[in-house]
Each structure stands twice: as C-alpha cells, then as structure tokens.
C-alpha cells in the first residue's frame, strides 16, 4: 500500500473505537463490514443471556469463522467439480480433433 492511497479511518466495533490506516479503496468495505458486525452483535444482545462484550463476540467469532469454513468447503467442492467436468471437455475435444 503506498502512502498516497492509505487513509485513518475510526470504526466503532462494541462500542470501542479503533484507529485504523486502510487503503482508500476499501473504505466502504471496511465501513459496511464494521455495521455488519454492529448489526450481528445488537442481534446477539437481544437474543442471548451475556455477560459481557466479550461473550458477544466470541459468538460472532463462532459464527463467522463457521461460515468461513463452510464457504472454503463448497469452493473446494466448487473447483473439485469444475476440474472434472474440464478434464471430460478436455477428453471430448481430444477424441473429436482425433477422429
């Protein structure tokens, strides 16, 4: 990231405020990842019996990391598929020019 494209930014994450330095063009993402949390964790508040912040966010964590695992194993899944129904394309084609 070079100097002129980075910006500081403040995101407010559970009602603390970090000081961040991103490159200008992920502003928005950051931002709107940022509400997105926020949103996840007023959820969290309403629906379960916590503690504290932390309690919070250990769940979102969970859930995050959890939907993590799930979008890698379709995309292997994904790529495993598309390997396959390349190499019969590929078999296809060599059995076609062939002929």
């Not at 950051?30 to 969290?44: G, H, P, T």
Request: glycine share 2%; proline share 0%; aromatic share 8%.
């Amino acid at each position: 990231m070079s100097g002129t494209d980075e910006i500081k930014i403040n995101v407010v994450i559970a009602e603390r405020s970090y000081r961040m330095t991103i490159n200008k063009a992920d502003e928005a993402k950051v931002l709107k990842a940022a509400e997105m949390l926020n949103d996840r964790i007023k959820s969290y508040k309403q629906t379960y019996d916590y503690r504290d912040y932390q309690d919070l966010l250990s769940m979102l964590c969970l859930q995050l990391a959890t939907l993590n695992v799930k979008y890698e194993s379709d995309a292997a899944y994904k790529d495993q598929r598309m390997e396959q129904k390349l190499d019969e394309l590929s078999t296809l084609l060599s059995e076609n020019i062939n002929s």
